[in-house]
């Protein structure tokens, strides 16, 4: 973590506000936009305009590690980029949309909050860059449950579209913690500037989608200034700048604060859809969501299970011989 002068420490705060606002905002400009455009074309527009936005200040500031390339020249590395920018940026951003049709924009912000829950779960089976401590796997499991309770089983006597929408959700919450655990194995410890790193991912996924532009951008349209501004700010800001300002906040505060923000983008997420687009919420969904939000703190570390006494511990009385080497590691009586 970099140590920041005061005034360097408020445009922090202020990017990692405008992260969570920018995030949580992005699920009412995909709500908007499918009034007037396709899934298909709602995930085109934002990961061109997104690679359009990342390379254009990239091209400008020319961002550089230790005065090495722009870019990187490894094939390797390219081919790497290349895995995150489908399962980071193409598929669950083509979930996320088509899921919209079917799920409210609150619920699909909620969600999206499920990212650490999965994120735990890809870093420690897929990739195994971590292990769960005790606390961790309770909290996993909480979060698990907590996304039970979310998609209400029991309401469902078949498959419903609002169903698959929200399944497509979790997938695309899958595939955030693919692409994280991915990452942290194959890329974090490479020298890429941050812009650029930023570039490589929003921007091969743009290329992507351009390749599949005769499959997903061809369906008529009917834009209207609140679907072009909608598309403008999910693709430009959204999946453009807000990246950068992650980037500076990950580097300011480290990874744990930065992750922080997956508190704040659900609420807004919420917020702005019940009181712009009239959205609600049955009972079970703030309680999963509630549940989420546990699993995450405990799995992050943020909250801590009590520690197990051992046997002889928990059998001994207080008094007693065996009791006496606990009381003698603990602070002096007074």
């Known amino acids: ?18 992260m969570g606002v920018v995030w949580g905002s992005s699920f009412l400009f995909m709500k ?24 254009l200040i990239v091209l400008v500031t020319r961002p550089r590690v ?7 020249r490894e094939g390797i590395v390219w081919l790497h980029f290349l895995v995150i920018a489908i ?17 409210s924009s609150s619920l699909a912000s909620i969600y999206n909050a499920v990212t650490p829950i999965m994120t735990a779960l890809m870093a420690t089976l897929a990739f195994r860059v971590e292990r769960l401590v005790r606390g961790q796997v309770v909290g996993v499991t909480v979060g698990i449950l907590g996304v039970v309770v979310i998609i209400g089983p029991w309401q469902y006597a078949a498959l419903t579209g609002d169903l698959w929408g929200q399944l497509a ?15 942290r194995r194959f890329l974090s410890g490479r020298p890429i500037a941050g812009a650029t790193f930023a570039f490589l991912n929003i921007g091969l996924g743009g290329a992507i989608m351009l390749l599949l532009t005769p499959v997903l951008a061809w369906h008529p349209v009917a834009l209207t200034a609140p679907i072009v501004l909608s598309l403008v700010a999910l693709g430009a800001l959204g999946t453009g700048v807000a990246y950068i ?4 906040v990950l580097r300011a505060w480290g990874p744990t604060n930065a992750s922080t923000v997956t508190y704040v983008t659900p609420v807004v997420g919420v917020l702005l859809g019940v009181l712009l687009l009239g959205e609600t919420l049955s009972w079970h969904e703030p309680l999963g969501a509630a549940l989420v939000l546990l699993g995450i703190l405990l799995a992050q570390k943020r909250l801590r299970l009590p520690p197990r006494r051992s046997a002889a511990a928990r059998e001994s009385p207080p008094g007693s011989a065996a009791a006496a080497p606990a009381r ?5 009586r007074r």
């Open 1 to 18: 973590m970099i140590d920041t002068p005061t005034s360097g420490k408020t445009i922090v705060t202020l990017q990692f506000l405008g």
């Open 32 to 55: 908007v936009a499918l009034a007037g455009v396709s899934f298909g074309q709602v995930a085109w527009s934002r990961l061109v305009l997104g690679g359009l936005t990342l390379g």
């Open 66 to 72: 230790n005065r090495g390339p722009v870019l990187p």
């Open 87 to 103: 399962t980071g940026c193409v598929v669950p951003h083509l979930l996320f949309a088509w899921a919209e049709q079917y799920v």
């Open 169 to 183: 959700c979790l997938g695309a919450a899958v595939c955030y913690g693919f692409t994280f655990g991915y990452t």
């Open 245 to 248: 300002w992650n980037i500076n």
């Open 328 to 332: 003698a590691a603990g602070s002096p």
